[in-house]
């Protein structure tokens, strides 16, 4: 009976974060605007630095999560009235390999510097969307 349980514990040990991660994203994507989107949180050279998260759309804001986190703040956040697309282009060497498959690299530029994300090309076409209907008078940076 104690190996019973012990096994049982074990087993319960081995899925309690699978499940929190799974209702947190389940919260994340519960108010809609919920999209699947890399970001690189460090410009590594050979395709590294990827990191694939939750991206939510909240106002101004798209705020960027981590997939395997528990954390209920957001890791980065983007405003629309800072960023403007730099350029895009298709995962390359290494980096096809760190990314899902038949996302496209987007190129920002934002006050604090450039960064990239990926997105597949459903979520980058709301993405430049909502990029486009910033409100008018917005700044761009320079």
Known sequence: MLTLDLLLGAVLLVLLPFLAISARRRLLAREGGAIEVSLRLKNKRHGGGWVLGVGRYAGDDLQWFRVFSLSPRPRRTLSRRDVEVRGRRQPKGPE????????????LVTPTGST???????????????????????????
């Open 116 to 142: 990239e994300i990926a997105l597949d090309s459903s979520a980058l076409t709301g993405f430049l969307a909502w990029l486009e209907a910033r409100p008018p008078g917005a700044t761009l940076p320079a």
């Open 96 to 107: 096809a390999l760190a990314l899902l498959k038949g996302v496209e690299v987007i190129e």
